[in-house]
C-alpha cells in the first residue's frame, strides 16, 4: 500500500482512490479535496487495524463498504456542526466565499445574496436550471449545517457540499463551484 503524505493527513493512493469512487455514488453531495482526504486518511487507518488482525483491504468487500463509511462519517463533521454557528460567523464565511469566487484564480461573477449566501451569475456551460433553465447558482453556508448550492429558484434541488465551515474551505467550495459553472461536473442535480 503506497502512501501520499500531504499537508498533514497520511493516507494511500488505493485509500483516497476507493473513497473518490464512492463520492461519485454519494447522491446530492459534492466533496472538497480536503474531506476526501480526510476520508482516505480514515480508510488507509481502518485497513490498517484490519492488516493487523489478518484482514486484508479487499475482505472488507464481502461484509461492508469501508470506503463510503469513511466518506459518510467525515463528511458529517462538515454538514452538522457541533455548535450552532453565529450570525457573524456565517456572514464571514460567506464574504470569504464571495472573495474566493471573484478572485482573479476563480474569477467568476457574484454578489452577497440573502442571509448568508453568494448568488453566482451562470455562464453558456452552467448546466441548465430553474424554470426556464437560465436560472444563476445560490451558495451558502447555514447556522447549523454546512454549505450548500442549489440554482437560485424555489423548488430548485439543494446540493450539499462537504467542505470545512473555514476560508480555506471557502476557496474550495468556490472551485467546486467554479467547476459547476463552466460545466466542468456535468449536471450533479440529477446524480
Known amino acids: 500500500m503506497s502512501t501520499t503524505a500531504t499537508d498533514g493527513p497520511s493516507y494511500s493512493t488505493e485509500a483516497y ?64 456542526p457541533e ?20 478572485s482573479d484564480e476563480i474569477g467568476l461573477s457574484a454578489k452577497p445574496g440573502p442571509r448568508a449566501s453568494v448568488i453566482v451569475e451562470r455562464s453558456t456551460d452552467t448546466p441548465r436550471g430553474g424554470f426556464h433553465g437560465d436560472a444563476n447558482l445560490i451558495v451558502g453556508i447555514h447556522s447549523d449545517g454546512g454549505w450548500d448550492m442549489a440554482f437560485n429558484q424555489s423548488g430548485a434541488p439543494v446540493l450539499s457540499i462537504a467542505a470545512p465551515a473555514s476560508q480555506a ?18 449536471n450533479p442535480f440529477r446524480r
Open 83 to 102: 455548535k450552532e454557528r453565529t450570525t457573524k460567523e456565517t456572514l464571514t464565511l460567506s464574504r470569504h466565499l464571495l472573495a474566493a469566487l471573484t
Open 17 to 80: 482512490a476507493a473513497v473518490e469512487k464512492a463520492s461519485r455514488s454519494h447522491r446530492g453531495t459534492l466533496y472538497a479535496p480536503s474531506v476526501l482526504e480526510h476520508a482516505a486518511e480514515l480508510l488507509t487507518d481502518l485497513w490498517a487495524a484490519g492488516e493487523r488482525h489478518g484482514v486484508t483491504a479487499l475482505e472488507w468487500g464481502w461484509a461492508v463498504d469501508l470506503a463510503s463509511g469513511a466518506l459518510d462519517v467525515v463528511s458529517r463533521r462538515y454538514e452538522r
Open 169 to 186: 474551505g471557502a476557496s474550495q467550495v468556490a472551485e467546486i463551484v467554479r467547476a459547476l459553472v463552466h460545466g466542468e461536473l456535468g
